[in-house]
């Protein structure tokens, strides 16, 4: 079975510019999670889908992240404009239901200079 | 609010010793607890999951182990290896219908060939 699958595994970008990191999860996955991973820490939770709905998003900048889920498969998660302290590893998990077994991509390394 | 702690952040050990990491949360009221590793400039890797009915499970040289009243978690790795060399993580996932997977911040953990 394939795994999670996320796009670009780098990124670096100036300070102000934007940029978005792409998700497919595990084919039949209903729940789908962004977190973001700042280095030495664990990573935190951004936004929480469940099919196309969100089910908490209490912890994302909305004044400058923002995320979406088409159709309830793919997800997309945009920073604009981004901060020096953006700079994380951003990872994209996916759970057949909520509750059950994550599981998690590679991650996008995202560089902010 | 869930808070992960997990301790201790570092540890160093002898090749073929058994070790134990420690975890607790502060919200008992939990679906299951997942324990991660993750290595440098990876994703996570899933090891085990406990249901929050379970009291321990079992792969290969790995225990974990669940005491959802106290809030308590461990992971017992036996005759540790050079290569289990790595950041493992502990995550529970709330019982109430936000589902969210909350992180400790991790241990490191370095086995001495």
């Known amino acids: 079975e394939a795994g999670v699958a996320q796009s670009p595994r780098y990124k670096i970008i100036e300070k102000r510019q934007s940029v978005a990191f792409w998700c497919n999860p595990i084919s039949g996955h209903a729940t789908l999670y962004w977190y973001q991973q700042i280095l030495g820490q664990g990573p935190k939770l951004l936004i929480q889908?469940?099919?196309?709905?969100?089910?908490?998003d209490s912890q994302l900048p909305k004044d400058r992240f923002s995320a979406e889920r088409l159709k309830g498969v793919d997800s997309t998660l945009k920073i604009q404009p981004a901060k020096l302290e953006d700079s994380a590893v951003y990872l994209c998990?996916?759970?057949?239901?909520?509750?059950?077994?994550?599981?998690f991509g590679q991650g996008t390394r995202l560089t902010v200079v | 609010k869930q808070e992960v702690t997990q301790i201790p952040a570092a540890l160093s050990v002898p090749e073929g010793e058994n070790l134990v990491l420690n975890c607790s949360f502060t919200?008992?009221?939990?679906?299951?607890l997942q324990w991660f590793r993750q290595d440098p400039g990876k994703g996570l890797t899933s090891l085990l999951l406990?249901?929050?009915?379970?009291r321990e499970q079992t792969s290969g040289r790995l225990n974990a182990s669940l005491d959802k009243s106290s809030g308590r978690s461990t992971l017992y790795i036996a005759a540790s290896q050079p290569g289990d060399s790595a950041t493992y993580l502990c995550?529970?996932?709330?019982?109430?219908?936000?589902?969210?997977?909350?992180f400790g911040k991790g241990t490191r953990l370095h086995i001495l060939p």
């Open positions: 995550a529970p996932t709330a019982g109430n219908r936000d589902d969210k997977i909350i």
């Open positions: 919200d008992n009221a939990i679906y299951n």
């Open positions: 889908f469940q099919n196309n709905g969100v089910v908490d």
């Open positions: 998990a996916s759970s057949p239901y909520r509750g059950l077994e994550a599981f």
């Open positions: 406990i249901q929050s009915s379970q």
